[in-house]
């Protein structure tokens, strides 16, 4: 059981949007930037948003972050096949431990 | 460029101990923490810990805590993962990490992970 909630899948058509959530607690998500990852099968993960809404070079617009409270959404828009992957919310929790979500699946249909 | 390699994979008896190490380059060693993350077959990213390279300071997460040490070799730039006591449940791929800048938990940089699997 993880500390942060995910929906373990999501799914769209290629060019439409999709969001994925992310809930916490006011011990980790509610005083901590959030960081979400993508990774393709049998490769590591890759950070697409830092501080809650941030993109590290490189990383296309059609990727976004938002938070609010104790939960946090990342955004795809335009979805295209090569998204297809999972994806992973983390975080600081007040222990000093790094938390993560469960994962969630994104299926581009 | 920031580079961070892994050993290679390990097959291990139940109760034995493996140790992982993760050879960094490109930045200075002692300013950025490594983090371990594992990820059991079909499962979850798990975090392990983390080692302060400049003092060796370690925060472990409590499901661990009694059979991991992290340590780390400024010589040689590299971070270690020792886990003791290997059970069933521990096979997984171990990946270490390093933030983006220090004292955050973005990492942008991975190692290509190495699988350990635990069987008798």
């Known amino acids: 059981q993880s500390v942060l909630t995910q929906p373990p899948s999501v799914s769209a058509a290629p060019g439409q949007k999709v969001t994925i959530s992310c809930s916490g607690s006011?011990?980790?998500?509610?005083?901590?930037?959030v960081s979400w990852y993508q990774q393709l099968p049998g490769t590591a993960p890759k950070l697409l948003i830092y501080?809650?809404?941030k993109r590290p070079s490189g990383i296309p617009d059609r990727f976004s972050g938002s938070k609010s409270g104790t939960s946090a959404t990342l955004a795809i828009t335009g979805l295209q096949t090569g998204d297809e992957a999972d994806y992973y919310c983390?975080?600081?929790?007040?222990?000093?431990?790094?938390?993560f979500g469960g994962g969630t699946k994104l299926t581009v249909l | 460029q920031v580079h961070l390699v892994q050993s290679g994979n390990e097959v291990k008896k139940p109760g034995a101990s493996v140790k992982v190490s993760c050879k960094t380059s490109?930045?200075?060693?002692?300013?950025?923490?490594i983090t371990w993350v594992r990820q059991a077959p079909g499962q979850g990213l798990e975090w392990m810990g983390w080692?302060?390279?400049?003092?060796?300071?370690?925060n472990y997460a409590q499901k661990v805590q009694d059979r991991v040490t992290m340590t780390a070799d400024t010589s040689t730039s590299t971070a270690y993962l020792e886990l003791r006591s290997l059970r069933s449940d521990d096979t997984a791929v171990y990946y270490c990490?390093?933030?983006?800048?220090?004292?955050?938990?973005?990492?942008?940089?991975w190692g290509q992970g190495t699988l350990v699997t635990v069987s008798s």
């Open positions: 990490a390093r933030p983006s800048a220090a004292g955050t938990v973005d990492f942008d940089y």
């Open positions: 490109g930045y200075t060693f002692t300013s950025f923490a």
């Open positions: 080692i302060n390279n400049y003092n060796g300071y370690t």
């Open positions: 006011n011990s980790n998500i509610g005083n901590n930037y």
């Open positions: 501080d809650n809404n």
């Open positions: 983390g975080t600081w929790d007040s222990s000093l431990s790094v938390v």
